[in-house]
């Protein structure tokens, strides 16, 4: 049985529904079989990207770090060769004193009390600090020139401890001054126990 309807009497606003209902299926369809999908990917995507971009921001962090410590430390390094190079071995010690001594008399000091101390190893096993106590009489202006020099020296010499006096000598204003000079001795490695009293190779 058809059938039959006249569209002529179809009341206006049942017009605009039948008219509306194309467009309404075509988006639900839309919606569950595209946008749904398309959206979850693009979330996915976003996410993906957000969380690359984090770890790549990370990495980029690692990296720049890694190169300042990387710099640090050769710097570190170039620093602790270039402080040994001016530190003297042991046998050198005794000489760089009496370099020290001759400056003194060089600067117009009048020593009247040199004492070596003992020495004092550094708790990074690489060196041994070996202070010697100075009394001098001298002048404000020869104790600076001696200073200057002890500076200038290639090994490390540190002043410290300074006293300073006036002191009277044949009717001339002078100063008396107490201070104590450090320098410093590479700690060499002593030989094995199965190296000493080893005999050489024969060629």
């Not at 921001?57 to 430390?73: D, G, P, Y």
């Not at 001594?101 to 009048?110: E, H, P, R, T, V």
């Amino acid at each position: 049985m058809a059938l039959n309807i006249d569209i002529k009497n179809i009341p206006p606003y049942l017009k605009v529904i039948l008219a509306l209902i194309p467009s309404i299926i075509l988006g639900i369809l839309f919606t569950v079989f595209i946008y749904f999908p398309q959206s979850s990917e693009i979330k996915r995507l976003s996410d993906s990207i957000v969380k690359l971009d984090k770890e790549i921001a990370s990495s980029e962090v690692k990296a720049k770090r890694l190169a300042e410590l990387k710099i640090e430390n050769e710097w570190l390094r170039a620093r602790l060769k270039e402080l040994q190079e001016r530190l003297p071995e042991e046998k050198e010690v005794s000489g760089l004193l009496r370099q020290i001594s001759d400056l003194g008399i060089k600067s117009g000091l009048k020593i009247l009390f040199w004492r070596p101390e003992a020495k004092v190893a550094d708790p990074s096993g690489l060196y041994v600090s070996i202070p010697v106590k100075l009394e001098v009489l001298t002048g404000y202006h020869n104790l600076g020139v001696f200073f200057s020099h002890i500076s200038r020296l290639p090994r490390i010499v540190n002043i410290s401890d300074i006293k300073l006096s006036p002191a009277v000598r044949e009717g001339v204003l002078q100063l008396n001054a107490n201070f104590t000079a450090t320098t410093f001795s590479a700690i060499t490695e002593a030989p094995t126990p199965t190296e000493v009293g080893k005999e050489p190779k024969k060629p």
